[in-house]
């Protein structure tokens, strides 16, 4: 389990000496590329393990000083996801990169990136999953100025600034929970909230302090304006890591667990949610309509579509607050966390696919393409199948998680909210038209004359992702959804009704393999009580 | 999946699609470089589909006669159980259904036949074929869902093909492409809502079953209906979300268009009104009068601005959209009807009889129109390949080129303006006398609106052809050599001909055979109309008759004697000289063609309508037009405060913040 950190942070050293060393750009994409293979496989292997949540406390510390890190359904699936477009964003880089200089720097930064979302994901303690955070912050930031002309460098001090801003909200944000709680577990932190019946004003602030931090990583309205620069500026597979996964990592995954499973969910503060998740699908894909940059309007509509996650999540948490039956509120949770996957699958093929024709044409502008459908028919194609799937057409995987968290609203009672995400879709399906009715259609302009499909490795890596849009429509297959979402779905869902911490590390409990493992089910809510002592466990 | 194939009129289509489009992926890349494997692939292409839509049609017809003896249905299987809703998927052929599959599947094997030819030479043709044979299986599958899922997933999958085709034509189609898919796609999504809100609402069982809801009484229930009936209302083409039907027809390959939106969506949105109107929802009175406005208001006002086209199939787009009109209409006034029986205790006798013959005329309307509208686009299509334009003022003079395509559209033409005995006379009839018998002020307005768009789609047909066909040639037209008629095209038109003649000369049959057995499927009791021996329409015993055998052996005595008076006449003086204009001779020259297109100029320039037109033509009226046009101003607004500028944005933070403190640890406190 640690590997899935420990290898891309090594590896994000060792490839910018392994650079220096052999001198030649040719094999910088080697060791990523076996990294991330490597990370892909243990994430895999991990897989399909159902409720069950591992813990495992780094180097046998003890307590507060003990790295801990843990790893149930939630856990798993973002994982997945990241591995997933990690790799395939790898493989597009070998031959886009090729435009660039000093790429054994890009890998190193590209690794460093990969091992902070990694540690975000899979951190026990609230601490640590600041540190990652700002680990792969760092990283992005870097990498948003990797081509070091003047928009990309402004674009990348905004993200900076207001990345730093929200990173000292989180961090005073700690602050406040420890003060209070005395711990920095966030599964030890539940059950001292709870055993103290519920938040009290410090840690509603602190509540708040978390919700804009994670909320501008997220770029939820208000805090998304640094995302419509930076993601463009970015080289295309970074746009599609930061759209595809980060935003997901360090934002919305971080609100669901810290928020759903520290906090638990109350009415208020999932209509919150819910309404930042409306304001973002209404900004975003209003403002997409009028983008003339095509990897703008793939930021915008990023916004736009993490409010729909956003939304479902925030929905659910009133549903549960208001005592709607179980199986509708685990319908939104479900429909929040698969359209969170296919989000990540299409937005990163949508960005791929928006470097493959700035790598043939030289542009982005979306008025000096055109005729590109003929032209470059892999990519094409592939473009065509992301902009079917985000528009929500069928049987792509966009329209089976819009399906459902559409149901899933109109069954919690909210009919505003369904009407008003069925109308964002709308929008996003014009908006996509207007894509395809510019990139794809009509004559061909000067700047598409002289375009050619692209080399193999990106085109590899974006028809992997255009099959990857088809094949997750079989996550709403129920022996499919069994083994990947359901868990996660459960996990958030205990969360919303405060009982996941307890429920899942007993279960690890009764694992013959980790005898000792006991993670947050342990009764330890203050510092001064001796520490139950953590045998680590086999590695995962 | 297994039921997918199992259900051969869409199995059968949806595998071949499969097929084609399976082996263009394997072989495509290698057939840019090679013509000779290029043109194999689109031999096999052609031969794949034209086999399996004979297939698919010889099985909608077996479906046809089986469902006659009552409903066909393949048990739902695998069915996808998310707590409170399941997904399933199940189909069923009644005589609705049966009827929906039969048009579709006959009318796309004529398309496809008619393809052959007049798509030849377009680069990628095995993907049309492919996205062709996938829309057959859509559009039945559309047709024969049994749950609202498979309806949903088979209407927008329509659309997206429809989006895909159109964008198959000329380049500078592709912001009408953009246009159809924008407007079709909104009404997908309305009609999702819909029926989201229907089983929001416990309406609707677990499994979204495409069963009876009962009467539009609660606000739930009138916002559903609204919803859905906007995707029939779009998909059919009829006002207000129309637009999409005339910019699409432009650019669009002919023979899509004829398919398509001409035909095969209309019959799906008709479909789609009839199922919703009579068979899922009871509709009010409120509701009814709704549809009937809108039947109306679609007939004349589209006719009117089809008169004033340059453009032949702009003009025909707007007779598509316009003849929606009489078929809304219909199922309008039998709603009516029934809706206001039902307030005073359950429809009478003559009620049901009322209601039997409006809903019978619109949806024989239906399928008539789907023949006689696809006969003409390829008719159009045909022109357009020999002159290379659809431009009426550089045409002119093709009946002599295309003899047996003039012929058809001659015949479809007038069957569309509703001369006896052709077929949309007869369903017109049935509309007319449905208004008589529907006894309302309304109604009676309605009747009016629809017999003056008829005349009105008679006189732009007489331009039409003369702009066309006669005449001498038109500039475009070229003098000699180039393609003539081709067999290929003109059978499958000649076939339509023929359909629009026996479905009009066999009125009653159509009606007793075709039309009835639908209308049971949703409910419609088949009263007041008998179809004694056959061919007789006899409507209310008597009051209604039409008898197409007296009436088209009255009609040929007619023509028979014009033709011996013209023929005395040509025997009584012959004198033929060429025409002289200045001094030259303008018997052949395109310099001296004088086209159709001033026609109806007056009108346009009539103190009234002339602003209506200009109105109109700018795209005043223009749903999509006008959303873009606000949208913008919005969306500037709203861009104008992305400023770029670092200060900016950081106050948007701080003051969120504040915003999240002030509502999360106010409401905390408070105990929320």
């Excluded at chain 2, 008629?485 to 009606?511: D, K, N």
């Amino acid at each position: 389990m640690p590997l899935v950190v420990a290898l891309p942070l090594a590896g994000g050293f060792l490839a910018p000496a392994l650079g220096r060393v052999t001198g030649s750009g040719r094999w910088a994409a080697a060791l990523p590329l076996a990294v991330a293979a490597a990370v892909l496989v243990l994430v895999l292997a991990m897989q399909g393990r159902g409720d069950e949540a591992a813990v495992l406390w780094m180097g046998g510390w003890k307590f507060p000083v003990g790295i801990s890190l843990y790893a149930d359904g939630l856990t798993r699936l973002v994982l997945l996801v990241i591995a997933v477009i990690g790799l395939l964003a790898l493989v597009f880089s070998m031959d886009y990169m090729r435009q660039y200089t000093s790429p054994s720097l890009y890998y190193g930064l590209f690794l460093l990136m990969l091992a902070g979302m990694n540690g975000v994901v899979i951190s026990g303690d609230l601490f640590n999953i600041f540190v990652f955070v700002e680990i792969a912050g760092l990283a992005s930031y870097a990498l948003v100025a990797f081509g070091t002309e003047a928009d990309e460098l402004e674009a990348s001090l905004k993200y900076l600034a207001l990345g730093a801003v929200a990173s000292t909200f989180i961090l005073v944000g700690i602050a406040i929970v420890y003060n209070v709680t005395g711990q920095l577990n966030w599964a030890k932190i539940a059950q001292a909230v709870q055993g103290a019946g519920g938040p009290s004003l410090p840690l509603a602030v602190a509540l708040a302090f978390f919700l804009m931090g994670f909320g501008l990583k997220a770029a939820m309205v208000p805090f998304h304006a640094w995302l419509p620069d930076a993601h463009p500026a970015a080289p295309a597979p970074i746009s599609a890591m930061l759209s595809g996964v980060l935003i997901k990592a360090c934002g919305v995954y971080a609100v669901a667990r810290i928020v759903f499973s520290v906090f638990g969910a109350t009415e208020t503060f999932g209509w919150v949610l819910a309404v930042m998740g409306v304001a973002s699908m209404a900004l975003g894909s209003l403002l997409m309509l009028v983008q003339a940059d095509f990897k703008r309007l793939l930021a915008y509509s990023s916004i736009g579509q993490m409010g729909y996650v956003v939304l479902a999540l925030g929905a659910a948490a009133v549903m549960q607050a208001r005592g709607v039956s179980e199986a509708v509120v685990a319908l939104a949770v479900f429909g929040g966390l698969f359209h969170l996957v296919n989000h990540a699958i299409f937005k990163s093929l949508l960005f791929l696919c928006s470097g493959s024709v700035e790598y043939a044409t030289g542009t982005r502008q979306l008025k000096e393409l055109g005729g590109l459908g003929a032209r470059m028919p892999v990519t094409g194609a592939c473009l065509r199948v992301a902009a079917l799937s985000i528009s929500g057409v069928p049987p792509l995987n966009g329209f089976w998680s819009k399906l459902v968290i559409i149901l899933a609203l109109v069954l919690g009672g909210f009919y505003t909210l369904a009407a008003i995400a069925a109308a964002v879709s709308v929008v996003t399906l014009v908006s996509f038209a207007r894509v395809q009715r510019y990139v794809l259609g009509g004559a061909a302009t000067a700047a598409a004359e002289r375009a050619r499909e692209v080399p193999a490795g990106m085109g590899l890596a974006t028809v992997a992702l255009a099959t990857l849009c088809v094949a997750s429509s079989l996550v709403m297959l129920p022996s499919v959804r069994g083994v990947l979402v359901d868990p996660a779905v459960r996990v958030v869902q205990a969360g919303l009704g405060r009982r996941a911490p307890q429920a899942a590390p007993v279960a690890d409990v009764a694992r013959p393999a980790c005898p000792a493992v006991s993670g947050a089910g342990a009764p330890e809510p203050r510092l001064d009580k001796p520490a139950v002592p953590h045998p680590v466990p086999p590695a995962e | 999946m297994e039921l997918l194939l199992d259900v051969r009129v869409i199995g059968v289509p949806l595998a071949a699609g499969a097929a084609v489009y399976a082996l263009w992926l394997l072989l495509g890349w290698a057939a840019r470089r090679a013509a000779g494997l290029e043109r194999l692939l689109t031999v096999t292409a052609q031969a794949v589909a034209v086999a399996a839509l004979v297939w698919a049609a010889a099985e909608a017809v077996s479906l046809f006669a089986a469902a006659r003896q009552g409903p066909v249905a393949w048990a739902p299987t695998g069915q996808i159980d998310l707590g409170p809703v399941a997904l399933a998927l199940g189909f069923r052929a009644d005589g609705l259904s049966s009827l929906i599959v039969l048009a579709a599947s006959g009318i796309a094997l004529l398309v496809a036949l008619y393809s052959l030819r007049a798509m030849a030479g377009r680069p990628r043709l095995p993907v049309y074929y492919a996205w062709l044979l996938w829309t057959v299986a859509a559009v039945n599958a559309a047709a024969m869902a049994t749950t609202f899922l498979g309806l949903i997933l088979a209407w927008e999958a329509a659309t997206v093909l429809l989006y895909l085709l159109v964008g198959m034509g000329r380049p500078q189609g592709r912001a009408a492409a953009m246009k159809t898919f924008a407007i079709l796609g909104f009404a997908d999504v309305c009609l999702l809502l819909g029926v989201a809100i229907l089983l929001g609402s416990g309406a609707l069982p677990k499994d979204l079953a495409l069963a009876g809801v009962g009467a539009t009484d609660s606000p739930e229930r009138v916002a559903a209906y609204l919803l859905m009936l906007a995707a029939a209302m779009a998909k059919a083409g009829a006002m207000p979300l129309h637009t999409w039907v005339p910019a699409a027809s432009e650019d669009a390959p002919t023979p899509v268009f004829a398919l398509l939106p001409a035909a095969l969506d209309k019959l799906l949105g008709i479909y789609l009104l009839a199922r919703l109107t009579f068979g899922v929802f009871a509709v009010g009175e409120a509701l009814a009068e709704v549809l009937m406005i809108i039947g109306a208001a679609t007939i004349l006002l589209a006719v009117m601005m089809a008169m004033v086209q340059h453009n032949l199939k702009r003009l025909l787009a707007f007779h598509a959209v316009s003849q929606v009109g009489y078929m809304v209409l219909g199922m309008g006034l039998a709603a009516w009807v029934l809706a206001a029986g039902r307030a005073a205790g359950g429809p009478t006798a003559g009620q049901q009889a009322a209601a039997a013959i409006a809903f019978a005329g619109g949806l024989l309307h239906m399928l008539n129109n789907s023949i006689y509208k696809c006969c003409l686009f390829l008719a159009a299509g045909s022109a357009e390949q020999v002159a290379g334009t659809t431009d009426l003022d550089r045409l002119g003079g093709l009946a002599r080129r295309l003899p047996v395509t003039f012929v058809c559209c001659l015949v479809a033409a007038l069957a569309i303006s509703g001369v006896p005995p052709l077929n949309g006379f007869v369903s017109k009839w049935l509309v007319y006398q449905g208004a008589l018998q529907a006894g309302s002020g309304l109604a009676l307005v309605c009747l009016v609106a629809a017999v003056f768009g008829s005349a009105l789609t008679l006189a732009s047909f007489i331009k039409v052809l003369h702009s066309v066909f006669l005449g001498t040639r038109g500039e475009a037209v070229p003098a000699e050599g180039g393609p003539g008629e081709s067999p290929s095209m003109a059978v499958p038109m000649v076939i339509l001909a023929l359909a629009c003649v026996g479905l009009g000369i066999g009125g009653g049959w159509a009606v007793d055979g075709l039309i009835l057995p639908a209308g049971a499927a949703v409910g419609i009791q088949p009263a007041g109309i008998e179809t004694a021996g056959g061919w007789d329409l006899n409507i209310l015993g008597g009051r209604g008759l039409w008898s197409p055998v007296l009436a088209t052996g009255l009609i040929l005595a007619g023509i028979a004697v014009g033709l011996v008076l013209y023929w005395i006449g040509r025997v009584m003086r012959v004198r033929v000289v060429p025409n002289f204009v200045g001094g030259e001779d303008a018997s052949s020259d395109a310099t001296w063609h004088v086209s159709g297109t001033g026609f109806y100029e007056t009108i346009r320039r009539m103190p009234g309508l002339a602003a209506l037109f200009r109105d109109g033509g700018a795209g005043a009226f223009d749903v999509y037009r006008l959303t873009g046009h606000y949208g913008e101003t919005l969306v500037g607004r709203l861009s104008a405060w992305h400023t770029g500028l670092l200060a900016v944005y950081a106050s948007w933070v701080l003051v969120g913040l504040a915003a999240l403190v002030v509502v999360l640890a106010g409401r905390w406190a408070g105990g929320g």
